[in-house]
């Protein structure tokens, strides 16, 4: 019930707790571990029924969000930190924010995916925005063109492309993104910490 109310409170606009996404160390993230997940068995095609509302928190499980250099506008080399970063165990599954279609997938041995590892970025038409999630512990065996549901598993907490710990990489960008697209990120913590968590599949 209160993950329901939270979900149609998101859905209007107004802000919820992350819920059960309470923080933990980094250190313990990185050396913790999971039940373990058969992702083949959890994430969809999309063509099944609606799971929920949505919008949800893209982690299921507790997380952290790090110290200043894993915030978006961190200095890097050359450029700044597009994205947040949230840590998690290795094995975590991660979940679609919302409903929409996949515009870019990619192994971390993708000509275009560079420090992204393995990569997948969905299109919210409704929202007219681009989530993008990074540094999967797998391929992600969804495609351009595929429907996703909110809360549908869509992918494994990891830390592959140019990455430090176990971590997710996550990004919103305005407009439909992908890869080789010029859209403008913008600050997904205020966004994030007012999600509720999905339902447990």
């Known amino acids: 019930m209160i993950a329901l ?3 149609v409170g998101a859905a209007i606009g107004l802000p919820s707790p992350v819920g059960s996404s309470t923080p933990v160390s980094s250190a313990a993230a990185n050396s913790a571990s999971v ?4 992702v083949n068995t959890l ?3 999309g063509t099944g029924p609606i799971l929920e509302l949505g919008p949800f928190f893209p982690v299921l499980g507790k997380v952290d969000y790090g110290e200043a250099d894993a915030r978006f506008g961190a200095l890097r080399t050359g450029h700044i ?3 947040q970063d949230i840590f998690a165990a290795k094995g975590t599954p991660l979940v679609a924010v919302t409903d929409g279609v996949v515009t870019a997938s990619a192994s971390e041995n ?5 420090g992204r590892g393995n990569y997948i ?4 038409r409704d929202a007219g925005r681009s989530y993008a999630y990074l540094h999967l512990l797998d391929p992600p065996s969804l495609r351009a063109g595929n429907k996703v549901e909110a809360g549908q598993v869509i992918g494994l907490m990891g830390c592959t492309g140019s990455c430090y710990g ?3 990489h996550f990004e919103i960008r305005k407009g439909r993104a992908t890869v080789r697209s010029d859209s403008r ?9 007012s999600l509720p968590q999905a339902p447990t599949p």
């Open 43 to 45: 994430v969809g095609d």
């Open 110 to 114: 993708h000509p275009f995916s560079s």
């Open 121 to 124: 970025a969905i299109y919210d």
């Open 81 to 83: 930190h597009a994205g």
């Open 5 to 7: 109310a939270g979900a």
């Open 185 to 193: 990120a913008i600050d997904p913590l205020p966004f994030l910490k």
């Open 166 to 168: 176990v971590h997710l």
């Open 35 to 38: 039940e373990p997940y058969d």
